[in-house]
């Protein structure tokens, strides 16, 4: 019972830098997400795709791109990372649009721009 | 646009009190809504959710009933346990602007529970 996979779970980068947080899941859903969560923020939407081949922007998508490589896939790349990015990245997925479906999420990628 | 209002943390509550956690909405026609649990260093899980009016949703000891004519959705527990110190999450899924499902949600009350 896998559900939705993100890879690293922690990550320190020097500001300027590149990385991608990867995200899978295994349960054939069509939709995901991707949202960063800050301190006394909530959760803000940064991209997501409601089915393989789109991608949309949400809430905040400045300073980061997103590929949604096939069904089970959504990467979430920051070209040249700042201070500001740093917060707890969370990957979700749905099974579809419809109204009455949950997202199930990760457990979280701890990203820290020095 | 469509928006969820929780009550501001955190509660603070002793073992086995009554808990309530208000959660209440704006949106167009009827979305669906649901209740997020967060445990420390850990993602969101579904706690439970209600997709009509006077629907009940419920989980672990915990219940929250879809009323349209208060739009309200607030979660309850009888007897709180320390193991249900957590961040709760209110949501509501309905069409955006772009007729999109998305999920907007509620800013998370943290609640602790003492022994």
């Known amino acids: 019972n896998a559900g939705v996979t993100q890879t690293p779970k922690f990550q320190v980068l020097k500001t300027g830098q590149s990385m991608t947080l990867q995200c899978a899941q295994d349960?054939?859903?069509?939709?995901m997400y991707w949202y960063r969560q800050d301190p006394g923020m909530g959760l803000r939407l940064i991209y997501y795709?409601?089915?393989?081949?789109?991608?949309d922007k949400g809430e905040v998508p400045n300073g980061y791109n997103v590929s949604r490589l096939n069904k089970r896939e959504f990467s979430l790349r920051l070209e040249s990372a700042a201070p500001s990015q740093t917060s707890v990245y969370f990957c979700?997925?749905?099974?579809?649009?419809?109204?009455?479906?949950?997202?199930?999420f990760g457990d979280g990628t701890r990203l820290s721009i020095l | 646009g469509n928006s969820v209002t929780q009550m501001e943390g955190p509660v603070t509550l002793s073992e086995e009190a009554f808990l309530t956690i208000n959660c209440t909405y704006t949106a167009t026609g009827y979305p669906s809504l649901f209740w997020y649990v967060q445990y420390p260093g850990e993602g969101l899980q579904l706690l439970l959710k209600a997709t009509k009016a006077d629907d009940k949703g419920s989980n672990k000891g915990f219940e929250a009933t879809y009323r349209k004519e208060t739009t309200s959705f607030h979660l309850e527990k009888g007897s709180v346990q320390v193991s249900d110190s957590a961040v709760y999450f209110c949501a509501l899924s309905g069409p955006g602007e772009d007729s999109n499902y998305q999920l907007i949600w509620g800013a998370g009350t943290k609640l602790i529970i003492k022994p």
């Open positions: 349960m054939n859903h069509n939709s």
């Open positions: 795709s409601a089915s393989e081949g789109t991608t």
């Open positions: 979700a997925s749905r099974r579809g649009q419809a109204s009455n479906q949950p997202q199930h």
